[in-house]
């Protein structure tokens, strides 16, 4: 064994052997990766709290230009979701991660300096979501790739978990922390702190040493890249249970975008809700996922899947109507977006714990991969959508409108559900597996 191979925790023909009962961050390379993925998740936290308040605060964004830079942020699985696998299946994976982090560092460290030279533009903030929102695409891919070159296939679901849990706690803290620093810095400064959480990202992956990471050759994947593209399309529009998940996620994502494009209009420049109060909103929120990341799972097993996923979906719409009533009883505005936000990330989050594995246990394992990338271009593509209608909504007539249109159609998944044969079991029947 070499050096290379002991610091890397992992052997000539894979990771090093890991008890189940031993900790994962306890292997080198993976303590690496959570390492840089802790970086990034916090970099993602304080931009994605400071672009709003930048947009709204300082630029005095309108409706519809939010709703644009909304819609730049998550174009990414829309425009390249599907290729992308493909492409990253052909190259070495840790390159692409570190070129990724390069993309990231230099779109969030592009705004301080145009701030600086007073050259800041609402253009320049939607191409930086833009930039960011593609090289998450295939930092996400090659993250998914490389995690099991780094830790045994059978712990990686224990590497997932590690990395859920620190993401759920970045998001707890990161967001009323840059509410805080708001108060002695400009907003657009904040991304300067991002820009370096992704340099420190770049050098904890560069002493990254994953086995197996090599390059493919091309030209079988180029024969067979439309037909298998198209031959995923076919299994998730043909089976009827991936068809039906696929109809709740992408109307939910739909309304989704609609809300988390409006919302901050309507915190930051309706409402009138500083900074510091804005941010306190979005870590009450992630504390709420956190403690319900924690409860969903044994609610399951107790309940059922398919009780938890009517239960958690009920929710989600009824969870986004606390906010357009903020607007209408002013008075009582706090302590309802207190509950919207609660109440949305619980909906969130217990819905997803929910519907966990569903896709995979009725989907041959030939087709798996596919249907997951063609699944997530469908479903994360609505939510820019969404955004881009709730824009026009509330150019067109107010943003609690817009908020009020979201509600709706979030409602429409729950219908669907109600109205399926998956409504009659608590769990997923067994002749429904493959």
């Known amino acids: 064994m070499t050096d290379t191979q002991r610091r890397s925790g992992a052997t000539p023909t894979g990771p090093l052997p890991v008890g189940d009962d ?22 993602s936290e304080v931009a994605g709290f400071a672009l709003p308040v930048t947009a709204l605060v300082l630029l005095h964004a309108s409706p519809l230009a939010m709703s644009l830079i909304f819609v730049c942020s998550r174009a990414g699985y829309l425009t390249v979701g599907l290729p992308a696998g493909v492409w990253i299946d052909r190259m070495r994976k840790k390159p692409v991660l570190i070129g ?29 979501a833009l930039v960011v929102s593609l090289a998450g695409v295939f930092f996400d891919v090659a993250h998914s790739s490389v995690l ?11 590497g997932n978990a590690r990395l859920q849990s620190s993401e759920t706690a970045l998001r707890a803290v990161s967001p009323g922390l840059a509410g805080v620093l708001t108060q002695s810095v400009a907003a657009p400064l904040l991304y300067a702190v991002a820009a370096l959480c992704h340099l420190a990202s770049i050098l ?25 593209i198209a031959d995923g399309l076919r299994m998730l529009f043909r089976q009827p249970l991936l068809r039906l998940l696929l109809q709740q996620a992408a109307l939910n994502n739909l309304g989704a975008g609609v809300v988390l494009a409006m919302l901050p209009v309507f915190l ?8 510091w109060l804005f941010g306190l909103l979005s870590t009450l929120g992630a504390v709420a996922g956190f403690a319900t990341s924690l409860l969903a799972p044994r609610l399951r097993r107790r309940f ?15 969870a986004v109507v606390a906010a357009p009533l903020a607007g209408d009883f002013r008075g009582a505005a706090v302590p309802l977006m207190v509950l919207a936000e609660v109440l949305i990330s619980v909906a969130v ?14 989907t041959p394992d030939a087709y798996l991969g596919r249907v997951t990338a063609a699944y997530s271009v469908v479903t994360q593509g609505a939510t820019p959508l969404g955004a881009l209608a709730g824009g026009l909504v509330a150019g067109h007539w107010s943003t609690g409108a817009a908020l009020w249109t979201g509600a709706l159609v979030m409602a429409v998944p729950l219908l669907l559900l109600l109205l399926s044969p998956l409504a009659r079991h608590r769990r997923l029947p067994a002749e429904w597996e493959v």
């Open 268 to 275: 930051l420049d309706e409402l009138g809700l500083s900074a």
């Open 100 to 128: 990724a982090d390069v993309a990231y560092a230099a779109a969030f460290g592009s705004i301080p300096v145009a701030h600086v030279l007073g050259v800041l533009t609402v253009a320049q903030l939607a191409v930086a």
């Open 204 to 228: 904890l992956l560069r002493r990254l040493e994953p086995e197996g990471d090599v390059a493919h050759g091309r030209d079988a994947a180029g024969r067979r890249f439309r037909r298998e």
């Open 22 to 43: 031993t900790e994962v961050l306890r292997v080198p390379g993976f303590r690496r990766l959570w390492s840089a993925n802790n970086f990034r998740f916090a970099a």
């Open 148 to 158: 099991p070159q780094v830790l045994p296939r059978r712990r990686v679901a224990d």
């Open 304 to 318: 059922g899947e398919i009780r938890m996923t009517l239960a958690f979906g009920a929710l989600a719409p009824l």
């Open 349 to 362: 989050v217990g819905r997803a714990v929910s519907t966990a594995g569903l896709r995979a246990r009725v």
